[in-house]
């Protein structure tokens, strides 16, 4: 996960102010006028690892460096220019989702400067949806969506929230919840003219066949995500029986998508109270009825969102504990 700040100066003067705020911040602090530096390069490498760029110098100069590796707002990480008097901090890129205005503040405060906030919903006091989403940690699945349910709000319309779950509080001013709405949560997918945003909790039960390869288990996957309109990024951890752990494929495919692998016994698995989609086989073969199932529930603390899915000598499952919202953004 992306973490450091990345900080950036071009003269004596903003050397200065960038490394006392890097100190203050943490992160890495670059001098431009070191010998053999090339600020396109080292704005790709920031752009890949850092959570926020922040560019002590001119606006153009900045504006220039990003510009070849501007993406869209869901990935692009937080751009922030300052003079380097610290009298203005201006974020350029990814205001909420990035994180940008609060670093903005942020760091005005340590300078004593003036944060130049200039999102809409910001300078209104409006609720911002794409805020809220990152303060909840769910992910966005369709940003473009953000400025249509962000005019509606501006132009003084109500957008509609729709949650199977509870969200503590009162929705904001123009938000009301609801069954159907502008603005979905949830683990699966939903039509393309409504903002998806999906909560980052739910575990894969996986259940494979000895020697099994990441590439296989990978194809079934897209397969399983496919049938069951599952969002991949509803997955925090994949679960097995102890003895998949052992499996390279498993592991492999588990590290490519950033997931933790958690392992339980048979009889671990077996002590879960319920009904699950058994199996003769699998329990003379590792001695519990059904792996991928109880994996994901003994593993999320929660309930199974989708059952057994078998293909190619896997099963899939996946379980999830209700998240935990709130109105807070």
């Known amino acids: 996960m992306k973490k450091h700040i990345a900080w950036i100066s071009f003269t004596p003067r903003g050397r200065v102010l960038a490394e006392k705020l890097c100190e203050r911040t943490g992160g890495t602090a670059e001098d431009a006028r070191r010998e ?11 752009f890949s690892e850092a959570q926020a ?5 001119a606006a153009g100069i900045c ?7 501007l993406k869209n707002k869901a990935e692009d990480p937080a751009v922030i220019c300052m003079d380097e008097a610290g009298q203005f ?11 940008a205005n609060a670093l903005a503040r942020e760091i005005s405060l340590l300078c004593g400067g003036t944060p130049v906030i200039t999102t809409a919903t910001d300078v209104n006091h409006l609720f911002a949806i794409d805020l809220w989403a990152k303060k909840q940690q769910l992910a966005v699945i369709n940003p473009q969506r953000i400025k249509v349910l962000s005019a509606k709000i501006l132009a003084g319309e109500e957008i509609a929230v729709s ?33 998806a945003l ?15 390869t990441e590439a296989q288990l990978e194809d079934v996957f897209q397969l ?3 049938k069951r309109a599952i969002h991949p ?4 951890a994949a679960a097995s029986v102890d003895r998949k752990g052992r499996e390279g494929g498993l592991r492999a495919f588990c590290k490519t998508h950033g997931w933790p692998l958690r392992c339980y016994s048979a009889d671990d698995l077996n002590s879960l109270p319920g009904i699950y989609t058994g199996s003769d086989f699998v329990r003379q073969t590792v001695g519990t009825d059904n792996v991928c199932e109880r994996a994901a529930v003994l593993a999320s603390g929660g309930s199974l969102i989708e059952n057994k899915f078998a293909c190619g000598g896997v099963t899939f499952a996946l379980a999830a504990a209700s998240p935990v919202l709130d109105w807070r953004f």
């Open 53 to 57: 760029l922040v560019f002590v110098g």
């Open 198 to 212: 999906v909560p980052h909790t739910a575990v894969l039960g996986v259940g494979c066949r000895k020697g099994i």
């Open 163 to 195: 949650c199977p779950w509870p969200v503590a509080g009162e929705p904001p001013e123009h938000v009301t919840l609801g069954t159907r709405g502008d603005a979905a949560v949830t683990f699966h997918r939903v039509s393309e003219d409504v903002l």
């Open 63 to 69: 504006i220039r460096a990003v510009a070849p590796f």
């Open 224 to 226: 399983f995500c496919e």
């Open 36 to 46: 053999g530096f090339s600020l396109s390069a080292w704005t790709e490498q920031a």
């Open 89 to 99: 901090v201006i974020p350029l890129l990814s205001g909420h989702l990035g994180g």
């Open 233 to 236: 990024e509803a997955i925090c």
